[in-house]
C-alpha cells in the first residue's frame, strides 16, 4: 500500500521553526483565536492590509504547489468546497453544508452555493469542481497532492450545483482533502495537465471565484489583490491586501516599527519582546497545531529499551525550558497528539514528569551503571550520543545544549551538533537514517491522522526513528477506515497513550505561533495553522 | 589589439566551461536534495518520486550535465525546481535591480575613494593621510552586513531619511528621487566593501607618480598645482586603478548576495541565496554562470582599458 496522507505536516521546515515560541498578548491555552482588542464599532469598508511575508508562494495554483504561503494564497484568490476553521475543523466554503457521506462512508456528495461567480462573470457550476478534482487523477499530472486523492475513483456532476466524489475505499481523511480552490473549467480546460503547473499565464494572473482578485504579481517584490466586490460571502471590508516579500526577519520587523507593513507573518521568540514594545502593534500567539521533540533512533542499541527512553524523559525539565527559553508561550508536550483538537486529544496519557532520581532507578534497572569518568556504561559501552539538528534556528540550538546539561546529570553524555537543513535532512531521512538522536518539528496537518507511527513509513516515510509497534501499525490501518468520528477518535487516542508510553520520541512542547499585527486591523483570527485566514473579515479601525 | 581581444574572447569559451564542470559537481557533491516539494507527509514518496523522474533528477550526473549543457547553448538555462518558472525569466526580472545597484556601488566607490586617495597622497603623513588609513582600516574591518544593519538602523528607524528595504515605495508611483531614496544604503553598503582598497591603492599609486620626474618638472615650469596633481599626476596615478576596477565586478556580484539579502533588494544575489537552500540547480547555475561570465568580462575589460589608459602597453 502506498503511503498517503498522513495527516502530519513538517514543522521542520526550518523557517517555520525559527518562528517558534515565546509570544505575548492574548495567546490563550488550546486553539483560541486571538483578536487584537476588541472591536471599538462597526466593521467599516475600505483600506488596505500590507502583509509582510518572509517568502514568496510559488504559485497561486495549489494543486501544484506544496507551501504554506501558496495555500494561503489559493485561498485569497479561489473558493474551496470545505475550508478548515480555527479549531481545525472543516467547515463549508462553497459547499452549502457539510456533504451528504453515504452509509458505507464512500460516496460523499456537496451541494454547491448558486449563483457563485469567477473573477471574469461566468458562473462557477459543479463543472468546475469536477473540472479540477479530476485533475489529481490524471496521469499527467505531477503535482505533489496525487497520493491524497488515491481512494477517489470517480468524481462527477449530479447537476449544476451537485458534486458527488466516490471512493474505492473507505478513508477517513478524505473529508479534509477538499480544501483546493476550484479552478475554471472555461479558461483552463484547453491546457494539458502537464503544463497547469507551468502556466505562468494562468497561475500568476488567476481568475478564481475567491474574496479577492490578483491584480499584480511583481516577483521577489510584491503581490497586490483587490477586493472581488462580488464575492459569494459579501464583499471583503478591506479594499485589498497586498504582500511584501521581505528577506530576512530584522527587516521585518523594522518594517513594522516604522509602518511599512501592517501584519508580519511569523516572528522569531527573541524579535517577541522587540515587537510588543511597539505602541501601534498587537503581538499575537496561539498554539500550534504541532509539536517539537528529541527523536530517539531506535537502530541504535542505546535507545532499544522503553525504560531507558521513559528514563530520559523523565531527566529533561521540559517545563522549566518552556518557561524560561520560551518565555512561558509553549506548552509541555506528552504525546504526539494536538491539543488544538480536542476531540482526538487523550486525557489518561502516560506522563514523564522531570525527576532524575526515578530516570537514574530506570536506567539502572536497565541495566546501566556509573563508570569511572561518571558517564554511564553497559557491556562496556558508554551512554554516549550525538544529538543533531538543523541550524539557523535558536530554540532547537539552546535545546541541545539544555538537554545535554540535564541528561549529564543522571550520566548521559550528550554532543549537541547542528547542521544546514538540506544536508540535515539528506541525513536523517531514509535511506541513510545516520544520527543517533535529532531535534525537529511538526506542523500538523490538514486531517488529524496518526500514519507516520506506521511501520511501513519507515523505509519511505516519516517515521524516521524507525519506530514499529504491530499494535499501532493495526490502530493506524483502522483509524484510516473509520469514518464515525467517536470510534476513530476512541482509535487515535490508543494510538497516542501506546506511543505516550513507548516514547520513541521524547515530545518536549507545543510552540504557539507568534504574529505581529497593527492594532487598528481588526475581524482578525490567528489561526492555530494558517497566517492568513478570513481576510474578508478583516477590517480597519482609522 | 582586435586581435588580442578576440584571442581572449575565445579563450572566455574553455574558462567558463571549466567553470561549469567545477560548479555542476560541487553543487552535485554537496550534500541535500533538490527540495522539489516541501517536506510535507500529505505529500507522499510515490508523488515526489514522479515529480523527481519529470524533473530528470533520477538520471546520472553526468547525463544531466550534458543535457543541461545542450540546453545552455541553445539560450535555454532551464526552469526551477520549486518555481517552475525558466530560469532566464527569474534572472531577467531581477538582473536589472542588481546591475542599477552594481553600477550605483562602482561609481560611488570611485567618487568618494579616488579624491580621498589623492588628497591623502598629497597630505602625506598629516593628520588627513592618517585619518584616511585609519578610516580605510576600519572599513576593511567593517563587514558589510553589519555596517548595513547599522545604517538602517540610524538612517531608517532612527532618522527616517531612508526606507527600510526594497527598491520602491509599496503603491506609489515611478519616482527618481523615492527610487534614490531606496538605492542609496544598500548601493553604499555595497560600496563600501570596495572602498578601502580603492583609497589605498589611489594614494600609493598617487605617491608613486608624485615623486616621478615629470611632476618635477611640472613644477618647475610654474604650472599650478591643481594641474600638476589632477592633470599629470592623476591621469597616470589612474593607470592601476583601472585594473582594480575590473576586478570590483566579481567583487560586487559576491557582495551583491548579502547586501540584497540585507535590504530586501530584488535582485538575483537574493534568487541565488534562496536556490541555494532548496537545492534549486538550474538557478544556482544560471546564476553562478552569469557572475562567471561576469567575472571574465570584467578581466577582458580591464585589461583593454588598460592598453587603452597606457600607451606604453600593446597587446
Known sequence: MRIQNTGLSIAAVASVLLALAGCDGSGGDGAAAASAKPASSEPRYGGRVIIGAFAEPVSSNDLFASDAYSRELAALVFTRLMRMNERLEMEPELAEAPPDVSADGKVFTYHLHHGVKFHDGVELTARDVVFTYRIFKHPDYTGPRASQFSALSDVEAVDDYTVRFTLSEPDARFPANVRYGILPKHLLDKVPVASLGDDRDFNDHPIGAGPFKLVDWTHGQTLTLEANPDYFGGRPYLDGVIYRFIANQSAGVLLLQTGEVDYLLSLPESEAQTVGEMPHVTLLGTLQHGYVYIGWNLRNPLFADKRVRQALAHAVDRQEFVDTILAGHGRVADSPASPVVDWAYPDDLPTFPYDPARAKALLAEAGWSPGPDGVLRKDGRRFSFMLLTNDGNEVRRDLGVIVQQQLAKVGVEVKPAQMEWGAFLDRVQPPRSDFDALILGWNLGNAVDPSNWHSREIAQGLNYGGFSNARVDELVDRSIREVDRTERAATIKEIYRIVADEQPDLFVYNPEKLAALRSDVRGFVLHPRDYIYAPEKWWLDR | ?315
Open chain 2, 1 to 315: 589589439m582586435l586581435s588580442y581581444a578576440l584571442r581572449r574572447i575565445a579563450m572566455m569559451i574553455p574558462i567558463l566551461l571549466g567553470i561549469s564542470v567545477i560548479s555542476f559537481s560541487i553543487m552535485y557533491v554537496a550534500p541535500g536534495q533538490p527540495a522539489v516539494m516541501n517536506l510535507d507527509p500529505e505529500i507522499s514518496f510515490a508523488d515526489r518520486a514522479k515529480q523527481i523522474e519529470a524533473l530528470g533528477l533520477n538520471e546520472p550526473a553526468p547525463v544531466q550535465y550534458v543535457k543541461w549543457l545542450g540546453n545552455l547553448l541553445r539560450g535555454n538555462l532551464g526552469t526551477s525546481f520549486s518555481r517552475r518558472v525558466p530560469v532566464t525569466t527569474m534572472i531577467g526580472e531581477r538582473l536589472p535591480n542588481t546591475l542599477l545597484l552594481m553600477v550605483t556601488a562602482a561609481l560611488l566607490a570611485l567618487l568618494i575613494s579616488v579624491p580621498i586617495g589623492v588628497l591623502s597622497a598629497r597630505k602625506q603623513y598629516t593628520p588627513i593621510d592618517y585619518s584616511v588609513t585609519i578610516g580605510a582600516f576600519l572599513g576593511l574591518a567593517t563587514p558589510n552586513f553589519w555596517l548595513g544593519l547599522m545604517l538602517i538602523m540610524v538612517f531608517s528607524v532612527q532618522l527616517g531619511w531612508t526606507p527600510v528595504g526594497g527598491v520602491a515605495t509599496l503603491g506609489a508611483g515611478f519616482s527618481v528621487l523615492d527610487r534614490l531614496q531606496h538605492l542609496i544604503l544598500p548601493a553604499f553598503v555595497l560600496a563600501s566593501a570596495e572602498m578601502a582598497g580603492l583609497t589605498r591603492y589611489t594614494r600609493s599609486s598617487m605617491l608613486e607618480v608624485l615623486h616621478q620626474d615629470y611632476i618635477r618638472t611640472a613644477r618647475a615650469k610654474g604650472l599650478p598645482e591643481r594641474t600638476v596633481i589632477y592633470k599629470h599626476g592623476l591621469r597616470n596615478g589612474l593607470i592601476p586603478i583601472v585594473t582594480i576596477v575590473g576586478l570590483m565586478l566579481p567583487t560586487f556580484v559576491g557582495g551583491a548576495v548579502i547586501t540584497e539579502q540585507l535590504f530586501s533588494w530584488p535582485g538575483i544575489g537574493k534568487l541565488f541565496i534562496e536556490a541555494v537552500f532548496e537545492r534549486d540547480y538550474p538557478v544556482i547555475m544560471g546564476i553562478t554562470m552569469l557572475g562567471a561570465l561576469l567575472t571574465v568580462i570584467g578581466n577582458l575589460a580591464a585589461d583593454l582599458l588598460y592598453a587603452m589608459v597606457d600607451p606604453r602597453i600593446e597587446y
